[in-house]
C-alpha cells in the first residue's frame, strides 16, 4: 500500500511539475508577443492580449516596460491603451529610465500630462539623478518646461549628480538661443531659484556671462 501511495504521489508530482513548466512557458510567448505587438504599435493585438489577461505590465529582459517601449516610439496612442489597463508610469527600467522620465526628456508633453494624471512621482530619478525636468530643459523643449515647472509640487530646484540644476543646465547645455530664454524665463517665473551654484561655486549667472548669453543674463538681473 505505501509503495502505491508513493507512486501516486511521484505521478502527482511529476504532473504537477509538467504543468507548471508548461504554463511558464505559454506565458513567455505571450509576454514575447506583447512585447512585440507594442514594437509593431498594433493597437488591435495589445488591446486583445491585454483583455486575455497579459500583464500589462510586462518587460524585456531589460526590465523595459511596455509603456516604456511605446513612450520611446513616440506611439502616444499605444501608450494612452497601456495607462487605460493600469499601466505603471513610474517603472523604471535597467537603466533607470521610466515612461515618465522619458517623455519628459524627449518632450512629449501629451504624454507627459498623461503620467501625470496617472500617478508620475517625482521621488524617482535618472542614471544622473535628474529629474524629468532637467533633460527637458537641457534639450529645449519649452512646452515640457512649462508644464512642469506648473505642477504643483514639482521640484523645480532639485540638482543632479552632476551638481546641476535644470536652470544650470538650460544654460551649460543649451545654445542661448530663443528657446533657451524662454526656459529660463518659465523657470525664473516659477520661482526656481537663481543663484544655486554647480560643484565649482560657478553660479548660472556667471556661466551666462562666460558664454556670452546676453540675453539670458538680463533675465537673470532683471
Same mark, same amino acid.
Given at each position: ?11 502527482? @508530482?511529476?504532473?504537477?511539475?509538467? @504543468? ?13 508577443? =506583447? ?63 521610466? %515612461? ?34 532637467? %533633460? ?82 538680463? =533675465?537673470?538681473?532683471?
Amino acid at each position: 500500500m505505501k509503495a502505491i501511495i508513493c507512486l501516486l504521489t511521484l505521478m502527482i @508530482s511529476a504532473v504537477s511539475c509538467h @504543468s507548471t513548466i508548461e504554463n511558464t512557458k505559454t506565458e513567455r510567448m505571450e509576454n514575447q508577443d =506583447i512585447l512585440n505587438s507594442v514594437k509593431k504599435n498594433d493597437i488591435q493585438g495589445v488591446s486583445k492580449a491585454l483583455e486575455s489577461g497579459v500583464d500589462v505590465n510586462t518587460a524585456d529582459n531589460n526590465k523595459r516596460s511596455l509603456l516604456l517601449i511605446a513612450t520611446v516610439n513616440q506611439q502616444t496612442e499605444m501608450a494612452r491603451l497601456l495607462v487605460k489597463h493600469g499601466a505603471n508610469v513610474n517603472h523604471q527600467a535597467d537603466n533607470l529610465d521610466s %515612461p515618465f522620465l522619458y517623455a519628459g526628456a524627449s518632450g512629449q508633453t501629451e504624454l507627459v500630462q498623461l503620467f501625470l494624471d496617472h500617478g508620475a512621482r517625482f521621488d524617482l530619478f535618472n542614471r544622473y539623478n535628474g529629474t524629468a525636468l532637467i %533633460p527637458a530643459c537641457e534639450r529645449g523643449h519649452v512646452e515640457t518646461v512649462r508644464l512642469l515647472t506648473n505642477t504643483k509640487g514639482f521640484p523645480v530646484d532639485h540638482v543632479n549628480r552632476l551638481g546641476w540644476t535644470a536652470l544650470m543646465e538650460a544654460i551649460l547645455l543649451g545654445d542661448g538661443s530663443k528657446k533657451y530664454q524662454q526656459i529660463v524665463q518659465i523657470l525664473k517665473d516659477a520661482g526656481a531659484k537663481l543663484d544655486i551654484p554647480d560643484h565649482n561655486g560657478v553660479t548660472p549667472l556667471q556661466h551666462a556671462q562666460s558664454k556670452g548669453f546676453k540675453e539670458i543674463v538680463n =533675465i537673470l538681473r532683471s
